[in-house]
């Protein structure tokens, strides 16, 4: 199973990226896949998750800004992320996992497949 995440960059405060997910191994429409994201000196946190429907979660952060999407003939996981801030920096990671429980989705210890991260810097 590997998980290739890329699409990171430095971008100014304001601007939008799309971050994607590369899967082999596994059929991305089977899976929960789930965006992290880790800045320097902090945990693993949750950014948004999508489940083998067409449901979605967010973390509160950024609910309204970002979108998950899946492109199942791709078999890539996408993260569109608008209105960049600083506080946005950080180190993404995609994840993927059969059988998570709901209550497990927005914990990284869940996740069975991690992808390398990829930067994410947003100047102000």
């Known amino acids: 199973v590997q998980l290739q995440a890329s699409g990171g960059g430095s971008v100014q405060a304001g601007d939008s990226l799309r971050l994607s997910c590369a899967a082999s191994?596994?059929?991305?429409?089977?899976?929960?896949m789930a965006w992290f994201r880790q800045a320097p000196g902090k945990r693993r946190e949750f950014v948004a998750a999508l489940f083998r429907g067409a449901n979605a979660i967010y973390a509160d952060s950024v609910k309204g800004r970002f979108t998950i999407s899946r492109d199942s003939a791709k078999n890539t996981v996408y993260l569109q992320m608008n209105r960049l801030s600083s506080e946005d920096s950080a180190e993404y990671f995609c994840a993927a996992d059969a059988s998570l429980i709901l209550s497990a989705v927005r914990t990284a210890d869940g996740y069975d497949y991690w992808g390398q991260g990829t930067q994410v810097t947003v100047s102000s």
């Open positions: 191994g596994v059929t991305a429409s089977r899976y929960t």
